[in-house]
């Protein structure tokens, strides 16, 4: 069970990880904790069917803890985090629980947690699982008493007013819901901005029944770029709680990393976080005209550092985009999209910017099996064969550790990292020169198949 405490949230499998008796005392725990923040914590969930359930034991943990439960119901992630935000009948949220399991398979479920507006992950949630585990035995009865309270339409009216500029928008464009959450929320926002738009999927839908609600994987996006070869000009998909996008032209699938270039051009000197992952196209262009940051992968992480620099902007390659110019520094998908649409109402030609970058050749992640033991040993034995690595290695002008091992080269970059989630090594590699891009990815494999075969000596 000690598995379902991840690095960035609570996630496993509904009744044999996450059930009765770890729910509540998660609840009861984390709410000891809310407690001498004031005590107050609102909680949503997503379109799962045993979210409500959850939810209940959830609710019934932090009521034996002595907290104030404010309910909001079925919502969006970002929904989520606009709690923290916003005054409830003159209360204010100490901690925020987002019950979802993301884009997991329908028996996955999981817990996102905000503590007095920041992340609350890594060292505190490993340090909950210990307590929970060596009070596993304490029983916690039943007390579902709660506020009910309405996220959703405070969210949408708070949308409507920061993008009513946006009102005339005439360009014709699909979004992909994939069942989650995001319908909830972004058709009556569309709707109320009289925007021309279809929508695919956008009934809320724990089983996931045309697709799962993954944009990152190219299968998942079928439906919506065949709708792309009709009038529509533009894509975007969601995940599961709606806390990543995919943006599609008819021409791009745009990544996180070109989608932080889109939006920081509109920015004045901006201070931009990237992730490991990220292309060094997006670090050169916006050190040109502003800061770019190098940082770890995962939302929690990149949360924290925005805070910390009072960045402009951070992202991931995988479609989380956190915005703290004119918003709140969380990532939220949806407002991703209106941030989008109002860079294309200005002006923006997305196809003539992209085909203007220069190229390069990226592969997609590529994910080496290994398992929990062995993941972080190898980044750090694959570290030290690089201090002196074998003749025929390509030159290494830089290697930059922040997160795993990024490996700069003099026409590319590797990266080996560990999953902070899943039991493999993530490797991305990225050249001006195709061949030099398949080259790096061979000579960093035959690196990390030695290292494999000299931790197991």
């Known amino acids: 069970m000690k598995s379902i405490f991840r690095e960035y949230d609570i996630r496993g499998i509904y009744e044999k990880e996450l059930n009765e008796q770890t729910t509540k005392l998660i609840g009861y ?21 045993h979210s409500p359930v959850l939810c209940d034991y959830l609710i019934s943990g932090f009521n ?27 209360m204010r949220t100490n901690a925020s629980v987002m019950i979802t399991g993301s884009h997991n398979p329908s028996e996955y479920n999981g817990f996102k947690i905000t503590m007095d507006k920041k992340p609350f992950f890594g060292k505190d ?27 959703k339409s405070r969210y949408i009216d708070f949308m409507v007013k920061e993008f009513n500029h946006l009102k005339g928008f005439s360009d014709k464009f699909v979004i992909d819901c994939g069942n989650g959450v995001a319908g909830t929320v972004i058709l009556d926002i569309f709707d109320r901005l009289g925007f021309d738009y279809e ?26 770029k065949r709708e792309l070869k009709g009038d529509y000009k533009y ?5 599961g709680d709606a806390d990543r996008l995919a943006f599609l032209t008819k021409k791009y699938n745009v990544k996180g990393d070109i989608m932080a270039i889109l939006y920081s051009e509109g920015m004045k000197n901006p201070v931009v976080i990237g992730e490991v992952k990220c292309s060094q196209i997006m670090y050169d262009i916006i050190n040109s005209y502003g800061t770019a940051v190098m ?35 969380y990532d939220d998908a949806l407002y991703a999209t209106l941030r989008m649409i109002e860079l294309i109402k200005n002006g923006l030609d997305v196809d003539k910017r992209i085909d203007a970058l220069p190229v390069v050749y990226s592969t997609e992640e590529i994910k080496v ?44 970059w590797g990266l080996v990292r560990a999953s902070n989630t899943t039991p493999v090594l993530v490797t991305r590699f990225e050249s001006t020169d195709e061949n030099k891009a398949k080259e790096y990815e061979q000579k960093i494999n035959t690196l990390i198949q030695n290292a494999k075969e000299s931790l197991s000596k």
């Not at 907290?67 to 916003?86: D, I, Q, R, W």
């Not at 695919?200 to 996006?221: I, M, Q, R, S």
């Not at 099996?369 to 690595?389: C, I, R, S």
């Open 64 to 90: 034996k803890a002595g907290c104030t439960v404010l309910n909001m119901g079925l919502v969006a992630t970002p929904v989520n985090y606009f709690s923290n935000f916003e005054e409830w009948d003159g």
């Open 199 to 224: 929508a695919l999927f956008a009934k809320p839908d724990g089983t996931f029944p045309n697709h799962h609600p993954d944009p990152t994987v190219e299968e998942n996006l079928i439906d919506i």
């Open 29 to 49: 725990f984390l709410g000891l904790q809310v407690k001498k923040l004031g005590g107050i914590v609102s909680i949503g969930y997503d379109a799962r069917s």
């Open 369 to 412: 099996k290994t398992n929990e033991n062995e993941k972080f040993p190898l980044v750090e034995k694959v570290k030290e064969l690089l201090k002196n690595p074998p003749s025929d290695f390509p030159h290494i002008k830089e290697i930059i550790d922040v997160d795993g091992v990024r490996i700069i080269f003099d026409d590319g």
């Open 235 to 239: 894509g975007f998909a969601y995940d």
């Open 125 to 151: 949630i490993y340090a909950l699982g210990d307590e929970i585990l060596n009070n596993i035995d304490l029983k916690i009865e039943d007390d579902t008493t709660c506020k009910q309270i309405d996220v």
């Open 295 to 329: 940082y770890k992968t995962g939302h929690s992480n990149l949360k924290v550092k925005i805070a910390e620099l009072n960045a402009d902007f951070a992202a991931e390659v995988s479609g989380h985009l956190f915005f703290n110019d004119r918003y709140f520094g």
